[in-house]
């Protein structure tokens, strides 16, 4: 069992990715409104992706023989002026993410919590991954800008996204 602490932060974080994978999908929603249905297909893998991970923390807590207490999932943005300011946003969540999750491994080192550890170490490396990979979607929105010819093609390269290794 991991600390009462570690289990609530995990509790915790079980919520923030379903809300993070809420997000993802409002947002898809936004894209296909707009007809880019490749960034909604990106958007829309985002959404899966999150869903997994808050599984792995809600299996993680049951296979330490920890309650897992599910919680509200909050209502998600539903309002966006586009994709560049839709990937900021998203950004800045996953940097909220990010945050969450350094907090609980800094409570599992103190506790010890020796599995906990181990576990959260997949996250922190995913978590540098989706930081990286929102960071280089804004970099090419921004160097595209309101050239919609150019933003199609993102749209296109966006769509061609498929699952992430280790993410079934």
């Known amino acids: 069992m991991s600390s009462p602490t570690v289990a609530k932060l995990i509790n915790d974080q079980v919520a923030m990715e379903f809300h993070a994978a809420y997000l993802y999908l409002s947002m898809s929603a936004h894209f296909e ?38 919680q509200a999932v909050a209502k998600p943005l539903a309002t966006f002026k586009g994709p560049l300011d839709i990937f900021k946003k998203a950004l800045a969540h996953e940097k909220k993410v990010t945050a969450s999750i350094n907090k609980i491994y800094e409570a599992a080192v103190k506790a010890k919590d020796y599995p906990a550890q181990l576990m959260l170490q997949w996250f922190i490396n995913e978590q540098q991954e989706e930081e990286k990979t929102a960071s280089d979607i804004i970099a090419k929105l921004e160097l595209v800008g309101d050239n919609g010819p150019a933003l199609l093609m993102l749209d296109r390269e966006l769509g061609s996204r498929g699952p992430e290794a280790g993410e079934e």
């Open 33 to 70: 409104s707009q007809n880019l249905p490749g960034f909604a297909a990106w958007m829309r893998m985002q959404y899966q992706e999150e869903t997994t991970h808050a599984l792995r923390f809600l299996d993680f807590l049951l296979e330490s023989g920890d309650k897992a207490e599910l």
